[in-house]
Structure formats: C-alpha cells, structure tokens
C-alpha cells in the first residue's frame, strides 16, 4: 500500500515538474491557443472554446479529449484559468474543450441537470454536450478511445449524466462538488438536493444510470469523485451518493448483475495533508487489480476547485491539486 502511494506521489512530481519547465519555456515557445465552435441540433445550440495544446500536429498520433464543464455564473475562459487545464494540457499534450452554457437557457448559466429532458441519452442538454464532443472529434486528431469528461457544480452534476448516458463515448470521468445522476428532478427537488442531499437511492440510481448507458455490453467506467468537508453549496452528501451511485452502476456493467461484485466497501484509504495546507482524505475502490472509483474529501474546503492558485472565486488554494489528480486519474483509462 505504501509503495502504491509513493507511486502516486513521484507521478504528481514529476508532473510539477514538467508544468515548472514548460512555464518557463513557454516564453520563448509560446503555449498552446484558442479554437471558437459552436454545435447546435433540435434542443438548441452552444458556443464552445477548444484548447488546442503547444506542439499540436494533426499528423501527429492523436491526442486525448478532456470535456470540461463549468458551473453556474462562469463559463470556458474563466474554467481554464480556475483549473488551470490549459497548462496540463501543454504539458501533457491533450485537447481541453468547455462548453459555454447560454443566458438563455439559464440565467445563472447552470447546466440544467435537475430536468429530465437533460437526463436522458439523445436529449437536451446532454445531447448538445455528446455532440459537440463529436465534433472536436471530427475537426481534430482525437483518439477516440481517450475521450473523458470533468465539470464542477452544476457542471459536476452534469458530468454523472455524461458518464451514465454516453459510456460509450467516455472512458473516464471526474465529479467536482458535483451530484450523482438523477439527483434531482425537478427544479425544487435541486434546491433541497444542494441544501441536504438527493432524497433518491443511490442504489435505484444506480440502475437507472446503467439503464441509460449507451453501451451495448457491459464496460466499468472508472470515476473520480471530490468534494470539500465544509461545501454549503453542494452539501457533501451529495458526493457520497455520486460514489454509491457510480459503484451500484459499476456492479451492474462489470457482468450485466446486480450481485455486489463491486463493493461499497474502500480497499484502501489514505490520509494524507497538503504542506500548509489542508488535510484529506481519499477512499479507493479497487476493482479487477486497478481502482474504479475514487472518493477525495479535503477537510475544512467549501465549494471549490481545489488547489488553484488563481485567486479566483470557488477556488482554494489550500486544498490537493484537484487539476493534476484528476488529470492522473483520467489518463491511464482506455475506452
């Protein structure tokens, strides 16, 4: 077990590392740059800005996607800035892609993740996600089996729609102070959600995210969920239930049977403290030799993206480098 953790610890250095020399190198070299889309279908049509990474060549091996997704009041460049995506993205070399959520469709520009029109595989906004994802798809070199998805808040929630509808399309995903699937539906039923957590089963939902998948055999779909102790925003509940939630979905797809062969039961847990900064706590669900699902709690955090140094709102950066865990997570993850 510890050799495991230092494992994790030496990757995330050398990681930091290379986002050191690549800072300092992009002075001269310059970073990667903006792409402007935009997708539309029935249900409507959204703006989104692709970062295409330094050193990108269509003729090149293609690169991973990372579908980021922003929560309310926000919007792609500020995401990129928060997380700081785009310089992993140099570093690392994959294709980042925000979605921008209309005024229109939400005043506060949230993700409408609470409707049902937007919880469904085909439909909503869920569907105008899937599509623009397969237009990147098609106007870059992408690997399609390296597509993966992360958002925080409304768009947290959001990315557990992804995951249970397209398992197709995603090979992993992250849930930022996010919710699980269906934790609401209604735009009431939110409200108390957000306050005291989904009054829906995890279980059921569970079930009924598995229903939604597009695959037609089963696939575990690995899951990283994180979520800060003092959220008043997004109560922390509502990341217990994502992780319940996505291991009952888990259970399901690994042999088609509701039959506990994933457990909610952690194999390990580690505590583990940021250099003055915040203590954690992460629960790992190992499944098959490798871990399925991920549960990251920082003690002390509210509702924010943990670890960015950007001095933004909803962000701490106190807390684990959420950017570079996630981004570690994700990309070990075949389709």
């Known amino acids: 077990m510890k050799a495991g953790i230092d494992m994790v610890k030496a990757a995330v250095a050398v990681l930091?590392?290379?986002?050191?020399?690549?800072?300092?190198?992009?002075a001269q070299a310059g970073s990667g740059h903006w792409d402007i889309g935009a997708y539309g279908n029935l249900y409507g049509a959204r703006e989104y800005q692709v970062w295409v990474p330094a050193d990108y060549n269509p003729q090149s091996p293609p690169l991973p996607l990372l579908l980021v997704l922003h929560g309310c009041v926000n919007g792609p460049n500020l995401m990129?800035?928060?997380s700081g995506f785009n310089d992993v993205a140099d570093t690392e070399g994959f294709i980042a892609v925000y979605p921008r959520q209309n005024v229109t469709a939400n005043p506060a520009r949230c993700w409408n993740w609470q409707l049902p029109i937007n919880q469904a595989r085909g439909s909503g906004e869920a569907s105008i996600l899937a599509g623009i994802v397969e237009a990147v798809k098609a106007g870059y070199n992408v690997d399609p089996r390296r597509v993966y998805v992360t958002g925080i808040s409304a768009g947290?929630?959001?990315?557990?729609?992804?995951?249970?509808?397209?398992?197709?399309?995603?090979?992993?995903?992250?849930?930022?102070?996010?919710?699980?699937?269906?934790?609401?539906?209604?735009?009431?039923?939110?409200?108390?959600?957000?306050?005291?957590?989904?009054?829906?089963?995890?279980?059921?939902?569970?079930?009924?995210?598995?229903?939604?998948s597009g695959s037609p055999s089963p696939r575990p779909l690995p899951v990283l969920v994180f979520h800060g102790s003092a959220d008043a925003t997004v109560n922390p509940l509502n990341g217990r239930q994502a992780v319940r939630q996505f291991l009952q979905t888990n259970d399901l797809a690994d042999d088609g049977m509701d039959n506990d062969s994933v457990k909610y039961v952690p194999t390990s847990t580690v505590n583990a403290q940021v250099p003055d900064g915040r203590s954690y706590t992460v629960d790992n669900y190992a499944y098959g030799g490798k871990t399925l699902v991920q549960h990251y709690v920082v003690h002390g955090m509210g509702h924010a993206w943990s670890g960015s140094d950007s001095g933004l709102p909803f962000t701490d950066p106190k807390g684990p480098d959420a950017t570079v865990i996630t981004w570690l997570f994700l990309k070990d993850h075949l389709r």
């Open 80 to 82: 990129g800035e928060a």
């Open 16 to 26: 930091f590392a290379g986002l050191a020399m690549v800072g300092s190198a992009h």
């Open 156 to 212: 947290g929630a959001m990315t557990s729609i992804m995951l249970a509808c397209y398992s197709d399309v995603f090979a992993a995903g992250a849930v930022h102070s996010g919710g699980m699937y269906k934790g609401a539906t209604t735009v009431s039923g939110s409200a108390y959600a957000l306050l005291a957590g989904s009054i829906y089963s995890p279980d059921s939902n569970g079930r009924l995210a598995w229903q939604c």
